[in-house]
């Protein structure tokens, strides 16, 4: 949201304290910040879940190329370790889809609808401004007639200029006291708003790595059947490596 006030000229009585003016200028600045805030979470949020979807998406490829490899046809030993991998990573997509279906109902989806709110907010606060300036316009042309000469043709033009003025000043006073009221309670909303949409988010997460914790847990069992250390796995791996670059095909000229 961006506030900018219409300049024409100030009537010499101060219509609005600058108390007010104040109070109102910082509400509405919280306000502001928080339209920001919230839109940034929103795009945060989003590109989190598509950055999730995107990752075991890319988990299921790989298992899957991995499948097609020619070792898989001479080795059954590789081929039940890949397998299980595939059967791994099929589920943990699954699951992740269901977290992220459920962090779009929850919170991503709230988010954008608490979004929504701020435009009407906004044309409120135009609202306001505008019949300040004509408070203030009237105000001025109400002082005109108030410094002419007290003639007949006069007193009738500031007669009607202060009826003129009376609806406009009760308008802006209205707009600007219920902003004043309500800014705040606004503000303050947030809390129970987005409460129960991070608890949300706190317990898909929860349940998502304990069914990972489960899933990974299950394939080291099925593929660790050796029993190595990831130490004894690095030495034996480099080990092999040695082996190959030992090969003529591959040795430096």
Same mark, same amino acid.
């Given at each position: ?21 104040? /109070? ?196 080291? /069992? ?32």
């Amino acid at each position: 949201m961006s506030w900018i006030p219409f300049k024409i000229g100030q009537p010499k009585k101060q219509i609005v304290s600058k108390t007010v003016e104040r /109070d109102f200028e910082r509400e509405y600045e919280k306000l502001q910040k928080l339209e920001d805030q919230t839109k940034k979470l929103h795009k945060d949020m989003k590109k989190s879940t598509d950055a999730d979807l995107a990752m075991s998406k890319a988990a299921v490829k790989i298992s899957a190329d991995l499948l097609s490899n020619p070792l898989c046809e001479q080795d059954q030993a590789f081929l039940d370790s890949i397998t299980a991998l595939d059967t791994a990573m099929k589920r943990m997509d699954a699951f992740n889809q269901e977290k992220v279906n459920q962090i779009q109902k929850t919170v991503i989806d709230p988010l954008k609808k608490y979004s929504g709110v701020f435009p009407s907010l906004n044309m409120a606060v135009k609202r306001r401004e505008q019949a300040l300036q004509d408070y203030k316009r009237l105000q001025s042309k109400v002082e005109k007639y108030e410094e002419k000469e007290k003639n007949g043709p006069a007193m009738v033009k500031l007669h009607q200029a202060k009826e003129e003025l009376r609806p406009v000043k009760e308008d802006f006073e209205a707009k600007n006291q219920q902003l004043l009221d309500e800014m705040p309670k606004f503000y303050q909303s947030r809390i129970d708003y987005f409460q129960p949409s991070f608890e949300a988010l706190i317990r898909a997460q929860v349940v998502y790595f304990t069914e990972m914790y489960k899933i990974f847990s299950e394939l080291t /069992d099925q593929i660790d059947q050796g029993g190595l250390t990831d130490e004894q796995r690095q030495r034996e791996t480099e080990a092999k490596l040695t082996e190959l670059r030992a090969l003529s095909i591959v040795a430096d000229d």
